[in-house]
C-alpha cells in the first residue's frame, strides 16, 4: 500500500478561505431569499475588469499564438526576457537587481509556498501572527512543524506576535531564526513597516545568517512615499532576502495568473558540509524542473501593465480600491471600532464588538448584515478579536456594506 505524507493530517480541518466558502454556502441554502443581497468582503479577489492595455496585449498575443510565423512554444521556464526586463527597469531601478534574478511563475501563493523545496530540515522558521495562512499550512505539509495546539498554534515554529501595541508590525526576536516571513502591507492587517523598522530585520538577518522571505504582493498599494516598496531598497537586503510579487491585485490578474520571485545572486545558504550556495541557482533549478513557465500571452499582458497606458489605468484601478478602504476605516472608526489598515493597503483590520470573538463576529454580518468578512482568528491565535474587511469590490458595494455596517452596530 502507498504511504501518504502524513504531515497533511496535521493541519487543521479546513483551509480558512473554504472554511468562509461554507459557511457562506449553507447560509444561502438555508435562507434562498437573502443570498442575492450577499456582499462578499471577505477573500481578497479584485472585482474590477482588466485595464484596456492588457485586455489589448493578451489579445495581440492570442493573435500570435494563431499565427505560424509568431506561434510560441514551450518558452524559456524562467520567463520571457521582455517581461524579466520590464519588471527590473519599472519596479526595480536602481537597486542593483538584474533580470535573469527575477523569476516568472503563476502566483505569489505558490512561489510563498514552493520556495521550501530549496531549504532543508532543521531551519527555525519564524511567522507572524496574524499571518497568511499558506506560510504556515505549506510548512506544515513540508514537515517543518509539529503538532497544533489548542489555538491552532504549531510546535517548532517560532510565533511573532502582532497586535494593536506594535502597530501590528513583528518586533524583531531575541531567539535566533534561519528563515523569517515578512509581508508588507501586510495581508491581513493593512500594517506597513518604515524604513527603520526595515533596516532592523535586515540587520537581524544579517547578524543571525538568516533569510527574509518578503512578500511585496500589495506594494503598489503604498500611498506614502517614505514607505519602502522593496526589501531591496534596504542596504544589505541583496544578501539575506527573496522578494515575492504579484500582478494579482495591482493589474487584477487574480483569475489570470502572474507573479515573480526576485532572488539575488549574492543570497545563500549552507549545504550539509558548510559550503554556502547561491540560493539563485537552486531556485533556478527547481523552478526549470517543476515548472514549464506562465503562457505567452499572459506574459504579453503582464508586460503591458508597464506600458504608459498600463500605468495610468493601473493607477487608477489602485485609486478606486483604496477609495473603498478609505470608506470602509472611516465607516468603523465613527462607529467607535477600533482600525488598522485601510491607508497603505486595501485591507481594513477591525477591533470586534466587545464580546464578540473573530467567528462571533463574521456569522453577525453574515446573518444580519448579509455581509462576508474575515474573522482575524483564522490567520492565527493573534488574530483573534478582529476582523478583515478587504476593499476590493464596486463602489456601490461598499456604499452599501458602510450603511449596514451602521445599522448592525450603531
Not at 5 to 30: C, H, M, Q, T, W
Not at 166 to 173: K, L, Q, R, S
Not at 210 to 216: G, K, Q, S, T
Request: charged letters at 20%.
Amino acid at each position: 500500500m502507498a504511504s501518504i505524507n502524513s504531515n497533511f493530517l496535521k493541519l487543521k480541518a479546513g483551509y480558512l478561505f473554504p472554511e468562509i466558502a461554507r459557511r457562506v454556502k449553507a447560509f444561502s441554502d438555508a435562507n434562498p431569499d437573502q443570498a442575492a443581497r450577499i456582499i462578499r468582503c471577505g477573500i481578497g479577489d479584485v472585482t474590477e475588469p482588466l485595464p484596456p492595455a492588457v485586455v489589448k496585449a493578451m489579445h495581440d498575443g492570442v493573435d500570435e499564438m494563431a499565427d505560424r510565423s509568431t506561434f510560441k512554444g514551450y518558452g524559456p521556464e524562467q520567463g520571457y526576457e521582455f517581461l524579466r526586463q520590464a519588471i527590473v527597469e519599472n519596479q526595480f531601478a536602481n537597486l542593483g537587481i538584474s533580470a535573469d534574478e527575477v523569476f516568472i511563475s503563476d502566483g505569489s501563493k505558490c512561489d510563498t509556498g514552493n520556495i521550501l523545496d530549496i531549504f532543508g530540515k532543521g531551519n527555525t522558521i519564524a511567522i507572524t501572527d496574524p499571518v497568511y495562512p499558506v506560510y504556515v499550512d505549506t510548512n506544515v505539509m513540508a514537515g517543518n512543524t509539529g503538532d497544533a495546539d489548542e489555538n491552532g498554534a504549531y510546535a517548532n515554529l517560532l510565533y511573532l506576535p502582532c497586535t494593536a501595541e506594535n502597530g501590528f508590525v513583528a518586533d524583531v526576536p531575541t531567539q535566533k531564526a534561519d528563515l523569517i516571513y515578512l509581508c508588507f502591507p501586510n495581508n491581513p492587517t493593512g500594517a506597513v513597516a518604515t524604513r527603520s523598522q526595515l533596516e532592523a530585520w535586515v540587520a537581524y538577518a544579517k547578524a543571525n545568517d538568516a533569510i527574509l522571505l518578503f512578500d511585496a504582493a500589495y506594494e503598489a498599494f503604498i500611498q506614502d512615499p517614505a514607505i519602502p516598496r522593496s526589501i531591496f531598497e534596504i542596504e544589505g537586503a541583496r544578501d539575506c532576502a527573496i522578494e515575492f510579487r504579484s500582478f494579482s491585485k495591482n493589474g487584477g490578474f487574480t483569475g489570470v495568473r502572474c507573479a515573480y520571485v526576485v532572488i539575488p545572486k549574492t543570497v545563500t545558504g549552507k549545504a550539509d558540509d558548510g559550503t554556502r550556495i547561491p540560493l539563485h541557482q537552486l531556485w533556478s533549478r527547481r523552478h526549470s524542473t517543476k515548472f514549464n513557465g506562465a503562457s505567452y500571452p499572459v506574459q504579453k499582458a503582464a508586460a503591458a501593465v508597464f506600458s504608459p497606458e498600463g500605468k495610468q489605468q493601473v493607477a487608477a484601478l489602485i485609486e478606486h480600491y483604496m477609495g473603498n478602504a478609505k470608506l470602509l476605516r472611516e465607516a468603523c472608526l465613527a462607529l467607535g471600532l477600533q482600525v488598522f489598515g485601510g491607508v497603505n493597503a486595501p485591507y481594513v483590520w477591525v477591533g470586534c464588538p466587545a464580546g464578540l470573538s473573530s467567528w462571533d463576529m463574521f456569522d453577525k454580518m453574515l446573518n444580519e448584515a448579509n455581509v462576508v468578512i474575515t474573522p482575524g482568528a483564522g490567520f492565527g491565535a493573534a488574530g483573534e478579536g478582529w476582523f478583515r474587511i478587504s476593499a476590493f469590490n464596486s463602489r456601490a458595494n461598499v456604499v452599501e456594506v458602510c450603511s449596514r455596517l451602521k445599522s448592525l452596530i450603531s
